[in-house]
């Protein structure tokens, strides 16, 4: 909670930069857990642990599966240690080579599941107007190696799946999702999940609802699902007998029994993110030169990333000013994804000029802010973490003058 309130108007005098002493006592997060009811979760714990079996398919993991399948009407939904791992199983199980086409604008995980595999990611630009995949841009990086396209819902907003679905069915590629952003989201009123050969979701701790790590590959196809459910289990395909090369990708009864708590309070999850959505909302549209990212409310969203983009040329202040203005008040913003996967190692060595067919991406990165959300945050939070960014663009040459003088 905020511990003053600053007027209205206030001035750089008043910033935490310059007086020293921040809005908040304790640091505001992105990505602090929702935690569902304390008292269900223990009990759950607790009956797991006087049960005695605490992995390898045991009874809350396949209670999180049935929930979690009925949840995106799938028919099937596997639960798996994180997500990083689940993209791996989901790359394997798909037997995608050579070069698989992705986004640099995502989480280095992304990327990372494929080249563990020695596949090479081609990173493809972003479309215009979006955070997501361009499938023209896809298109055209395809080679006689390629075997596949993984698109990210960045944020939880749909990637064009029309589009790239007809690229891969054209192309003769396997196409699936990173979906680790849009657990409870929909395209066209069809639940997150449903597209693709297959979708991938993370429920770690900074994620919408979590099990403190963990992951899930939700699929339709029957022989795919079969697969996986192999592979995520050393490749037994019963007692001391190994049918494939497999992993341990096993999600843990513990982690289950937090998934599950969590799913029973979904609802109050998103009620209070978009309650949060909407007050930022209000606050940006008078921002001049920040743009917030918006969600079609006529589609199921999770709202779970409140996302600025922060134009310099017209603000007069960067994005990076801010996060320094926000950090001295003890609001830790993040600029995720930045700098972009290509710009870093191994694939910045490796590609050193990918950047060259990369420059919305390489734009987006040095211009998104993102801010805190989630059950953890107060309507007054947000007031005032607004009011920080509004008196940064009231007087950006000021706050500048100041940001130099404490460096
Ligand atoms: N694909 C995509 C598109 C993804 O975004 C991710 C993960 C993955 C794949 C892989 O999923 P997993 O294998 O993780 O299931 C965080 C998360 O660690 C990562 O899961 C997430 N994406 C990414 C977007 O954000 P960092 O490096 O920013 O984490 P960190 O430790 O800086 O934490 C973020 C903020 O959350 C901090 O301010 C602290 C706060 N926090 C964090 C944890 C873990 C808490 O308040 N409590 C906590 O328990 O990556």
């Not at 001035?11 to 602090?32: C, M, N, W, Y």
């Not at 993984?150 to 990637?159: D, Q």
């Amino acid at each position: 909670m905020a511990l003053e309130t600053r007027e209205l108007g206030q001035q750089v005098s008043d910033l935490a930069i310059v007086t020293g002493k921040p809005l908040f006592s304790e640091p505001l997060h992105v990505g602090r857990p929702n935690v569902g009811s304390e008292e269900v979760l223990l009990k759950r714990i607790q009956e797991t642990i006087h049960r005695r079996w605490f992995t390898n398919n045991g009874p809350m993991v396949q209670e999180f599966e049935a929930e979690l399948k009925r949840a995106l009407g799938v028919r099937h939904c596997i639960p798996i240690c994180n997500a990083t791992v689940a993209l791996e199983i989901a790359i394997r199980a798909l037997e995608l080579t050579g070069e698989v086409i992705v986004p640099s604008f995502t989480f280095i995980a992304t990327a990372h599941a494929l080249q563990w595999q020695e596949i090479t990611p081609v990173f493809c630009d972003i479309a215009p107007g979006s955070h997501n995949l361009d499938p023209e841009r896809a298109a055209r990086l395809i080679t006689p190696r390629t075997t596949g396209i993984i698109g990210v819902h960045v944020w939880g907003k749909p990637c064009d799946h029309e589009a790239l679905s007809r690229l891969a069915a054209e192309q003769n590629l396997k196409l699936m999702y990173d979906a680790s952003h849009a657990f409870g989201c929909s395209s066209g009123g069809r639940r997150i999940g449903n597209f693709g050969a297959c979708e991938v979701f993370s429920f770690h701790a900074t994620k919408f609802f979590n099990s403190f790590e963990g992951g899930a590959i939700a699929t339709n196809d029957e022989e795919l699902a079969r697969k996986i459910r192999l592979m995520k289990n050393f490749g037994f395909s019963g007692v001391d007998r190994v049918t494939l090369v497999g992993t341990n990708g096993k999600m843990n009864e513990i982690s289950a029994a937090m998934g599950l708590t969590g799913l029973e309070s979904l609802a109050q999850f998103i009620e209070t993110n978009r309650r949060n959505y909407r007050l930022y909302r209000s606050r940006a549209q008078h921002m001049r030169g920040v743009n917030m990212v918006s969600f079609d409310e006529r589609e199921a969203n999770n709202y779970q990333y409140i996302v600025f983009e922060i134009d310099e040329d017209v603000t007069g202040i960067s994005r990076d000013e801010i996060v320094q203005l926000l950090e001295a008040e003890n609001v830790l913003a993040r600029r995720y994804f930045y700098p972009g996967c290509h710009r870093m190692e191994p694939y910045k060595s490796y590609f050193p000029h990918a950047g060259l067919l990369l420059p919305r991406t390489e734009a987006l990165c040095e211009r998104v802010l993102v801010l805190p959300t989630g059950t953890a945050i107060e309507p007054q939070d947000i007031y005032a973490l607004c009011g920080v960014i509004e008196t940064a663009l009231r007087f950006p040459l000021e706050c500048r003058s100041a940001l130099r003088r404490t460096s």
